[in-house]
């Protein structure tokens, strides 16, 4: 079976290095491993309107900042498709059938939802369509027949949730036409999640706490100095702590041994410099500049394509039409096959009107058959007159 990679974003907002943690850095890895056969990777406007109605706006907008994010990240248009999910009728039908297997109760219990329900402070008034949008990434996944789909552990529920879409589809039609799809979750624990600058759990736009790959490199450096530590750690002597520490957190995910020839050769590799720091001795400040040249070091060349591209903006235009077009042949071939299995292809091909014409024939040939012909009718009179006759014959 082909190994079929589909992940997706919702254009909300520009990526940040969460993101490049969480998620890019990996798809291209895999993108360029040659294990797949085919790498997917859906920009989800039509899932981000489901909270983002009101705003097409900046979901329009934020669809090219996430595919220019993607290509200077090195995903590469010649191996990955970069796909506009509303661009793609097939994905709403599937949706809409799908939604036949799946009951309100299940879609109420999906963790993410019931969380993301509660962030958004909706209360009583869920949109359908929030409320819903599991399915449609259900449809998502399914319509590139993805068997592997790398993201986050906070969409766990909604991979759980079309595999059962797909076991029941498959079982209630009778067939082997979807593909369930397994998730594929961040490498380390350091990779998980990336906590905000301000050492809360999550780097959020709303919160104000994230480092932009986009974002000029003396804005990082801001962001960096400016960033949560220790709160005990006063007094450079002091013994700080790692555990909690963002600084440290990021320095897991983003630091590599040869980074400290250059930018901090008194230690030979991270664990050094952790303990030196837990000891005490070892100041904030200092961490801090390394953590930032660390940071420079991956996002300089990122920063370098983005310029290009910005440069560019009709080739990225192309990218997005042609993984788009791609995307949806795909989805149509796959509508097609769920559709037959549906046994609601009705115009494809003459098997529908020539069943129904077969169907009717034989409908008319029965009745025919049981209807009492002429010849029977007059047995029956004359059998009736034969008994008057003899009814008669015997009152004499
Ligand atoms: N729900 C995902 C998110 O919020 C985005 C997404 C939409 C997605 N369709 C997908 C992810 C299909 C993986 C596969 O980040």
């Known amino acids: 079976m082909a190994k079929i990679i589909l992940t997706g974003d919702r254009p909300t907002g520009r990526l940040h290095i969460g993101h490049y943690v969480g998620s890019l850095r990996r ?60 661009m793609i009728p097939e994905l709403t039908e599937l949706t809409f059938y799908y939604a036949d297997l799946v009951t309100v109760a299940r879609l109420q219990r999906n963790p993410t939802v019931k969380t993301e ?122 013994p700080g702590r790692i555990e909690g520490n963002t600084v440290f957190t990021y320095l897991d995910a983003f630091c590599k041994d040869e980074y400290f020839a250059e930018y901090a050769p008194e230690y030979a590799n991270l664990q050094e410099m952790k303990e030196h720091y837990q000891r005490g001795g070892l100041g904030d400040v200092k961490v801090k500049k390394f953590l930032n040249n660390v940071l420079q070091e991956t996002l300089e060349p990122i920063r370098k394509k983005r310029a290009e591209l910005e440069k560019d903006i009709p080739y990225v235009y192309e990218v997005l039409k042609e993984g788009t077009a791609a995307g949806e042949k795909k989805a149509a071939e796959t509508l097609a096959e769920v559709k037959h299995s549906m046994k609601i292809d009705y115009f494809n091909g003459d098997e529908w009107l020539v069943s129904q014409e077969k169907k009717f024939a034989e409908k008319a040939a029965s009745a025919d058959a049981s209807k009492p012909s002429k010849s029977n009718i007059q047995l029956l009179r004359q059998k009736a007159a034969e008994a008057r006759k003899a009814a008669k014959e015997k009152n004499k």
Do not use: W
């Open 27 to 86: 798809r291209v890895e895999l993108q360029n491993s040659g294990e797949f056969d085919e790498v997917n990777i859906l920009i989800a406007d039509a899932q981000a309107l489901t909270d983002n109605f009101d705003n097409p706006e900046k979901v329009r907008d934020n669809i090219f900042e996430v595919a220019i994010d993607y290509i200077s990240c090195g995903i590469d248009p010649k191996k990955s498709n970069i796909i506009i999910q509303s």
């Open 117 to 238: 329900v509660g962030m958004r402070g909706f209360g009583a008034s869920i949109p359908v369509g929030f409320f819903t949008y599991p399915i449609s990434q259900a449809a998502d996944i399914t319509a590139f027949k993805a068997t592997t789909v790398p993201a986050g552990e906070d969409q766990e529920p909604m991979i759980e949730q079309t595999r059962e879409i797909v076991r029941s589809f498959n079982s209630t039609y009778h067939c082997s036409t979807l593909v369930e799809p397994e998730i594929m979750l961040p490498g380390n624990q350091a990779s998980m999640r990336l906590p905000g600058t301000d050492g809360k759990e999550k780097m959020s736009k709303s919160l104000g706490n994230c480092i932009y790959l986009s974002d000029p490199a003396a804005e990082v450096k801001r962001k960096v100095m400016g960033m949560y530590t220790d709160p005990r750690h006063v007094n450079v002597s002091d």
